[in-house]
């Protein structure tokens, strides 16, 4: 549902030789050789890299281009949005309240920030900051929740109690954006300001960090920012930048090599920068000791020396050729970067680029180099799989129409389908009738749609892009239509986290606004079976309907004449009118019939 693509532009990158930044530490000889030759291979735009040891800077640089079109070459203050990699950053300033006595990190969260709340009772009454820190909540990412959403922070913060667990708190590892996010607004709640005021105050001036920012609107004020990438079709094409404030701790700070060289140099030296400490020392050993398996880790063919996997505090740990590494990835729209250190060698490296093949061959390819480690041909082995993938494309069978029913058609008028669906944990999903198409919102404030759904068979439809007829969008996803006892479209279904069942969005009632003198003509009392029902507008301006022996209900506008019950799911109330505008009689509609009520006179 979100088209990224603004500009088409072909890169040629038999020209990089030319403003390749060449590493004079003679042990990166060959660097820019083989930056450029995985560039070319992989089409990919520019990389930036930054590589420390101990308390110095070993290169900072890059290679390519920030701007294709116009020829501008990557630099070390180039900007870049680094992901995820923002995480050990949100985790750092927590480790600093620890050491300042305002926050313990094994005690329960809701201490600190009790408005978060879980489905699960049991998590609510024992998640930690550590099990927040570390993605062993039980909750799975829920990404689609906040990817593209216009909510603000504390409404994604909201969105966490509706939100399904897959596993029990502390049973396994599952990767969870929410709780980064969730991290930043206790660490706002304990001191006072902001999350990017924290980040600004903590580290980045401290360390000297003068280009980093925690916003697009920022970045995008810079002279020197990399535009973002896509590979489509073997073409790269720019689109925008992806706005993730409102989940920002976990993702959403922009810097470059320069800047990222002294974050790495601060970790190798046990949290100190030019003999200060930043971060405290007891912290720095909790975020690099393992706090959870990750699953997985065991040795592969192709990399037998690469292997066991686990999370400790905002960053990952693993064995990568006999070596401890600690690391994070990120990704996000037109960014994949890499950010990581070998403690026990004092060597960091940075790499950021368009595409995950690229950062990690060349941050491999350093690691290699500076630790000593025989050559690998870092690349090959990806390189070979996407032309594979490209070349059996187009000969793999469309499993999806192997399971359509044919012959079957949806049970109501496409309009019928029309209107506002909501889970409180995922937000709004909206559907127009237009031009005798269907079409879908999510997450794009129910304004604007490129989307539509297409009938694939009974009540099940598929979403469609519109910019490409016939193709179902990237990554999308069918989503069925359900009915209630009376036959009403009630409710629709569709796979937002694959380890959860299908996400359900109930319909909205129709918003649909009535002024009191229009509400005055169904005021009145009602013959209903010998019991008299009583209609009358309760505060100017609700419509309210008493039935002896119940508790008086409010009525909501939904249709010419009809109204729901507001607290009575499936039930609502018909007025019948004659030609004079006058209300002659009503109608209760329920599942279990139809039940009408003649005014008296």
Known sequence: MHKLIVTTIGIGLFHLAAMAQKPADPRLKGLDLFAEKILKDFQAPGVSIAVVEKDRVVYTGGFGFRDAEKRLPVTANTLFA???????????????????????????????????????????????????????????????????????????????????PSVELRQAYQYNNFMFMAQGVVLEKLTGKSWEQNIKDRIFTPLGMTVSTTSIADMEKSGDRSLAYSLENKVNKVIPYRNIDAIGPAGSVNSSANDMANWLITWINGGKFKGKEIIPQGFVNQAMTAQVATGGGVPGKVNPDIHLNAYGLGWGMSSYRGHYRVEHGGGIDGFITSTGFFPSDSIGIFVVSSQSEVTTAIRNYIADKLLKLSDKNWGKADLEARLKADSTSNSIPNTDSLNKKPGTHPSHALKDYAGKFENKGYGIVTLFNERD?????????????????????????????????????????????????????????APMEPSVEPVKFSKLPPSIEINENDLQKYVGTYDLEGATVTVYIRNNKTLMVLVPG????????????????????????????????????????????????????
Request: proline share 3%; aromatic share 10%; net charge neutral.
């Open 550 to 601: 119940q508790p008086d209900y409010e009525l909501a506008a939904a249709g010419e004449h009809l109204f729901n019950l507001v607290i009575a799911k499936g039930y609502s109330v018909k007025f019948d009118v004659n030609d004079k505008n006058e209300v002659t009689a009503l109608s209760f509609i329920q599942p279990n019939g139809v039940f009408k009520a003649n005014r008296k006179k």
């Open 437 to 493: 198409t269907l079409w879908i919102d999510y997450n794009e404030g129910g304004k604007k749609t490129t989307s539509y759904v297409e009938h694939y068979h009974y009540d099940v439809f598929r979403i469609m892009d519109a910019k490409k007829p016939g193709e179902v969008v990237k990554d999308g996803f069918k989503i069925q239509f359900h009915l209630d006892a009376m036959g009403n479209i009630d409710h629709l279904t």
């Open 82 to 164: 680094i992901g995820s990699c923002t995480k050990a950053f949100t985790a750092s300033m927590l480790g600093m309240l620890v050491k300042e006595g305002s926050v313990d990190l094994d005690k329960p969260v809701r201490n600190y920030l009790p408005e978060l709340k879980f489905k699960n009772d049991y998590t609510n009454k024992h998640i930690t900051l550590r099990d927040m820190m570390s993605h062993r909540s039980g909750l799975p990412r829920h990404d689609a929740s906040w990817y593209g959403s216009t909510a603000s922070r504390n409404e994604l913060l909201a969105r966490i109690e509706y939100l399904e």
